[in-house]
């Protein structure tokens, strides 16, 4: 993840450097995501047909790949968008890799506190961007950061499981599943929140410094969020263990709350831009990890192939909401901004309630 949060990051620099505005961070960030979702689908049966391994190492050499050309290569807004295209594929083949893996590989009491962990990556990512900015971009320069970011990505190489099979095993059936009704319903409540809560991590750096923050201090409360969604997101899966049903439930109360920390945002003043900012973290974008716990235990027999599905949302969500979200600052200014995305998070909270009872329909 860390080639889009880093964008996100050290947007006021590198738009200092490469020349655009929100609207084309925007749509640099949704190129990422696009990519993502389109990547998704196919992803999910490559894992079930090649193993996680195999799929995770492609993901670390072709993020660590896409890092290292960004801090080279980047030259213009069209570059930039074109090397984050190729650095969306890697989120699909490294999310899917991971969820085949924990749902196979870790016992079903820990696995929802397993995935908290894993999906606190993505947070942590932030929090990596966000001590980018005073560490590395106001001081050597944002390119520095993206390499270094390459250097960290191929540290999980030596890590992966070796005792993960590389294929199917002979025999076994290999496992199939084509998109349901409620897979598609719960799909589109997770691309509503994640199409409002994704340019909290892609613009409040720049938010805050249009509000009168420092670049550092904008860029500490960025790392401030990323904390919050890390802590968030392992507590959250934490309390999944401990829960025998529920979880969509829990998913739409945070997306409900978070709604309101978007909201807050638009305030006028300084000093509502980390209450904001850790509400839109540790509520409205820290359920994926509940999302993929939930729909691994429901489809446990094509668990890369069913969270293939419901990521798409996740990553078109990814995709709309920084688009959407640069053109509406571009129009009239971050306040609609901000509270456009709260309402599509409400929406999408509403929705993920319709999802969870489909799903019990279904059982």
């Known amino acids: ?52 391994k195999f799929v995770a190492k492609a993901a670390i050499l072709l993020a660590a790949g896409s890092l290292a050309a960004i801090a080279v ?35 079903p009491k820990r696995r929802g506190l397993m995935f908290g ?10 929090t990596l961007a966000g001590l980018a900015v005073p560490i590395v971009a106001l001081t050597v320069g944002w390119r520095w950061g993206f390499g270094v970011a390459a250097v960290l990505a191929l540290l999980a190489w030596p890590v992966l499981p070796r005792t993960e099979e590389a294929g199917p095993q002979p025999g076994r ?3 199939q599943l084509r998109p349901n009704a409620t897979l598609v319903v719960i799909s589109l409540a997770a691309c509503l929140g994640a199409t409002a809560a994704n ?21 500490l409360n960025l790392t401030l969020g990323g904390l919050a969604g890390v802590a968030a997101r392992t507590t959250v899966g934490w309390m999944a263990d401990r829960r025998d049903s529920g979880r969509l439930v829990m998913i739409a109360v945070m997306l ?5 920390g978007l909201a807050l945002l638009a305030a006028p003043g300084v000093w509502t831009i980390p209450i904001g900012t850790v509400a839109g973290f540790a509520l409205g974008w820290a359920w994926p990890g509940l999302l993929n716990f939930a729909i691994t235990l429901r489809y446990s027999q094509a668990p890369a192939a069913a ?13 709309l909401g920084p688009l959407a979200f640069g053109a509406l600052v571009d129009a ?16 999408g909270a509403v929705l993920m309630i319709v999802g969870r009872r489909m799903l019990l329909t279904t059982t």
């Open 1 to 52: 993840m860390c080639p889009v949060f880093l964008v996100g990051g050290l947007s006021v620099q590198i738009g200092q450097e490469l020349h655009f505005t929100p609207s084309g961070l925007g749509l640099a960030v949704a190129s990422y995501f696009t990519a993502s979702a389109l990547a998704s689908f196919w992803a999910g049966r490559l894992v079930e047909r090649m193993g996680s």
């Open 117 to 126: 962990v894993k999906q606190a990556a993505i947070p942590l990512s932030t």
């Open 173 to 175: 059936p290999k496992p």
């Open 256 to 260: 409900a709350v978070g709604s309101a």
């Open 307 to 319: 969270t293939g599905i419901t990521q798409i949302g996740v990553y078109i969500g990814g995709g």
């Open 332 to 347: 009239w200014g971050y306040p609609v901004g901000w509270l456009t995305m709260a309402v599509l998070m409400l929406a």
């Open 73 to 107: 290569a980047a030259r213009d807004l069209t570059s930039l968008t074109l090397l984050l295209v190729l650095a969306g594929p890697a989120n699909s083949l490294g999310q899917l890799s991971s969820n085949a893996l924990l749902a196979r590989k870790v016992p």
């Open 199 to 219: 340019p909290v991590g892609s613009f409040i750096a720049d938010y805050g410094v249009s509000q009168g923050m420092s670049e550092s201090l904008s860029g």
